[in-house]
């Protein structure tokens, strides 16, 4: 158990809808990241926030948006779904600077049909 | 876009060290060696990371060479429960985002 939950598991949702992912970082991690894995693809960087600051920006679509609540936890909003927005979406945290390591939670699968 | 070069796959005897390459020649002084694995669809699993020294810690040991423009990472004794794709990361000098490639699938062979 990495320490870092992410709700739901499952989601299965229509073309052209809008839906919300969460996730709960470590204790005390103030850093959290966003990562997308479409099937058999790599790990894409979506987005990280820092104490609530949006801290560094991938290929995140602007369909796709993302906050950090004072509690620490983050969502990620995902609209006008397409059907090529099926994928794994996977949450990590870890302590501020570059000698601290990620934890990942077990990620969100996201089915649009 | 990743800052690594790694097999695509590898295979390896279960029980032997399985001893994985990655090439990083732009890494920069500051900048740590990181290396995760996931097994089928879960969640990247951290293995281990480093500066300059080797590492080792109940997973694994981090070979870094004194120039760091390569590494290898060794399972001392794999298991069938290591088939998994591992990935080598340098990280940025900000501390910044972990940039993933396509890794090295590794096949743990009884």
């Known amino acids: 158990d990495s320490g870092v939950t992410q709700t739901p598991k499952h989601l299965i949702t229509a073309t052209g809808q809008r839906v919300t992912l969460r996730c709960s970082p470590r204790?005390?991690?103030?850093?959290v990241y966003w990562y997308q894995q479409s099937l058999d693809q790599g790990l894409q960087f979506l987005i990280q926030?820092?104490?609530?600051?949006?801290?560094a920006k991938g290929n995140i679509l602007e369909r796709f948006s993302a906050q950090q609540f004072p509690d620490l936890h983050s969502e990620l909003n995902l609209s006008s779904l397409e059907l090529g927005d099926s994928a794994l979406y996977f949450c990590?945290?870890?302590?501020?600077?570059?000698?601290?390591?990620?934890?990942f939670g077990q990620g969100t699968r996201l089915t649009v049909v | 876009d990743a800052k690594t070069t790694q097999p695509t796959s590898m295979d390896c005897a279960e029980g032997r060290a399985a001893n994985l390459p990655c090439n990083h020649s732009t890494i920069s002084g500051n900048e740590y060696v990181y290396w995760y694995r996931q097994i089928h669809s879960q969640g990247p699993q951290y293995i281990i990371h480093?500066?300059?020294n080797n590492e080792t810690n109940e997973m694994a040991s981090l070979i870094i060479t004194e120039d760091r423009k390569s590494s290898t990472l060794i399972l001392p004794h794999a298991t069938l429960r290591d088939t998994a794709v591992y990935y080598c990361i340098v990280r940025d000098n900000y501390g910044q985002n972990f940039v993933f490639g396509p890794g090295t699938r590794l096949s743990v062979l009884p």
């Open positions: 204790s005390g991690d103030l850093s």
């Open positions: 926030y820092y104490n609530g600051e949006e801290r």
């Open positions: 990590a945290s870890s302590a501020l600077g570059w000698n601290t390591e990620a934890f």
């Open positions: 480093g500066l300059k």
